[in-house]
């Protein structure tokens, strides 16, 4: 018997790049998870017009159009269930959930943030990486809690920070990785394959791609040779 798929609901608020990357990865016949409604907090969110042009419902429901955030959540929540959504994926919602709506959706709503979790909450993610000088940037898939990207980590992944990279050029490197991540992140969490055990994620249980821990600058980039080899 076929399991049925996952039932996904996707917020936004701008351009919806990795709501693409979710509708597109969606099409597959094997991908457990199907895109059924796409909601913007705001009404002239370019991926709203690319949800449709995908053939995506998609909707707004305007965070300044109610006297509280509980009203506008109450929207929101009676949209998701209309359609019987499963689970709720923020890809670029860029407005605050309060603990009460999490709590309803508990388990239940993913989020996916241009770090390496739990390092760089909240804005300005790339500016304040570089000034850190770190050296590995990336970014995380994770359950969503009241707390702000905080949460069960799901997946993750990580790039380069290059010589003379800007926020910009940074952002674009992290991005490409997102395209890939979301959608892998969201079919492990559709099947099971990544489950909440506590407040950390369970599985999956396959093999990691990559044993070696992962150097940049490369080791031996200056004598030529890894101090650690023999």
């Given amino acids: 018997m076929t399991t049925p798929k996952k039932r996904v609901g996707i917020l936004i608020s701008g351009r919806g790049s990795n709501m693409l990357s979710l509708i597109s990865a969606a099409r597959a016949p094997d991908y457990p998870a199907e ?3 796409v909601v913007s907090n705001r009404p002239n969110a370019e991926g709203l017009a690319k ?3 995908e053939g995506v419902l998609a909707c707004t429901i305007d965070g300044k159009a109610f006297d509280s955030r509980e009203a506008f959540e109450d929207a929101l929540d009676t949209q998701f269930k209309r359609l019987g ?8 919602f ?3 959930l309060t603990p009460g709506f999490v709590k309803r959706w508990h388990d239940r709503m993913i989020n996916i943030h241009p770090s390496l979790l739990p390092s760089f909450k909240g804005l300005d993610t790339h500016e304040r990486a570089l000034e850190a000088g770190v050296k590995i940037a990336g ?3 994770h359950v969503v809690r009241a ?7 799901i997946a993750q992944a990580a790039v380069p920070v290059l010589e003379g990279d800007t926020p ?3 952002a674009a490197r992290v991005l490409e990785a997102e395209h890939r991540l979301y959608p892998h992140a969201l079919a492990l969490f559709a099947t099971g394959q990544a489950a909440v055990s506590g407040e950390r994620i369970a599985g999956p249980q396959v093999p990691i791609n990559q044993e070696k821990a992962l150097f940049w600058p490369p080791l031996g980039s200056i004598s030529g040779r890894d101090p650690n080899q023999t």
């Fill in 94 to 96: 860029m407005k605050l």
């Fill in 51 to 53: 949800a449709q042009s």
């Fill in 168 to 170: 910009e050029s940074l």
């Fill in 139 to 141: 970014c995380s898939v």
């Fill in 35 to 37: 895109i059924v409604c």
């Fill in 85 to 92: 959504v499963d689970i709720i994926a923020c890809a670029g």
């Fill in 147 to 153: 707390e702000v990207d905080s949460g069960p980590i």
